[in-house]
């Protein structure tokens, strides 16, 4: 029996849609079906270039479209709460950008009309999905490194432009929304539990963004997580995770590649260990289908967002007062 494929629609000609169309067309299971943008000219011009068959000259048109099953929104970060919630309400399921909201009561309303409209909502972590991810998370909890103790993270990279939405504080703009979340993502993650108490430093650029962010947070159990974020030094990524009895380098954690290696450094010796390779953002695109097409939880949990959404909301308290901010026990 052949199953019809999922169609999916592209919520705008967003620069990060490109990641998305190789996996999508590398997948059985779903099918690039359309784009919408704010204008018909610009939709059809991105339709030409991408070979995607039907082009929508408004987002309204998209989520009426009754041939589209999955909406992928990649709008600005302070829109993605308001679009994301529409195309639940239009009947679609979502696999919405990170950072899926800029607060935990948005990241509430949109679980809340996921229930009511009986849709799957997902936040685009890809990283999550990727064998390196899985890797490093069953080396942690398998004893690798013996017990946890810190886990440490870095991605930056140099903005060339002033007119990026990024630095737009409008918009949700800064470079803890944008790549700061990945280490305070990947640390959770590795924890697996969330932290009691965050302290930062943000270097503030013109626009009132934070352009570097210099973060630390407080674990149950004694664990410890250090980062930092930015957009003015040159792309860097890196993850340290230290036990008591070793360290696990990861040099690509956030985007992998196809042949990455992660070093095991324990008792002295050193063991490089090859990732199996796979493409990125597939596994985020395959997960949202399994959860569709099965009835599955998706990998990245709504209350897994909504936490680290939490604790970026709490550590840029915490450089705007210049006090360290304690969670709320149940951010969960
Ligand atoms: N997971 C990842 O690897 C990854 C990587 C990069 C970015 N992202 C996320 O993806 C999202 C988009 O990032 P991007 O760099 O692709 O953004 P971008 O190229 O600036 O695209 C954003 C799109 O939103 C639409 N839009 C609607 N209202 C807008 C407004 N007021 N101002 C500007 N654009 C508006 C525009 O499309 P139309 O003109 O067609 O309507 C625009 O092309 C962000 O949430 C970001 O965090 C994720």
């Keep these: 029996m052949t199953i019809k494929p999922l169609n999916w629609g592209l919520l705008s000609t967003a620069r990060i849609n490109r990641a998305l169309i190789t996996p999508l067309r590398a997948s059985a299971r779903n099918h690039l079906a359309a784009v919408a943008s704010r204008s018909q000219a610009g939709a059809e011009a991105y339709a030409r270039e991408w070979s995607i068959p039907k082009a929508h000259g408004s987002y309204e048109a998209l989520l009426a479209d009754p041939e589209i099953d999955v909406i992928y929104n990649p709008l600005p970060n302070h829109l993605h709460k308001e679009w994301t919630i529409r195309a639940l309400a239009a009947g679609k399921h979502v696999l919405c950008e990170k950072p899926i909201a800029l607060t ?10 996921a229930q009511r409209y009986g849709k799957v909502l997902a936040e685009a972590f ?10 490093a998370r069953d080396l942690v909890e398998q004893g690798a490194i ?17 007119t990026n939405i990024r630095l737009n504080p409008e918009m949700g703009g800064g470079s803890l929304w944008d ?8 640390a959770r993650h590795l924890i697996g539990a969330e932290p009691l108490e965050v302290f930062g430093w943000q270097l503030t650029g013109e626009s009132g963004i934070d352009d570097s962010f210099f973060g630390q947070m407080k674990f149950p159990g004694g664990i410890y ?17 230290v036990g008591s009895e070793g360290t696990l380098t990861i040099p690509a954690p956030f985007k992998p590649g196809l042949e990455e290696v992660i070093t095991l450094v324990r008792e002295e010796k050193m063991e490089r260990i090859s990732v199996p390779a796979r493409e990125l953002y597939i596994g985020e695109v395959e997960d949202l289908a399994d959860c569709i097409l099965t009835g599955k939880t998706p990998r990245m949990t709504l209350a897994d967002s909504r936490a680290n959404v939490a604790a970026i909301v709490a550590l840029l308290e915490a450089a705007q007062t210049g006090r360290p901010v304690r969670l709320p026990a149940n951010n969960i």
């Design 104 to 113: 935990p009561g948005e990241v509430d309303e949109m679980a809340a009309a």
């Design 126 to 135: 890809m990283y999550r999905h990727h064998p390196q991810t899985l890797l």
């Design 179 to 186: 790549v700061g979340c990945y280490p305070i993502s990947y």
């Design 225 to 241: 997580a250090q980062f930092d974020s930015g957009f003015r030094t040159p792309f860097r990524t890196h993850l340290e995770i």
């Design 146 to 162: 013996g017990r946890l103790q810190l886990v440490r993270g870095s991605f930056t990279f140099s903005m060339k432009t002033d």
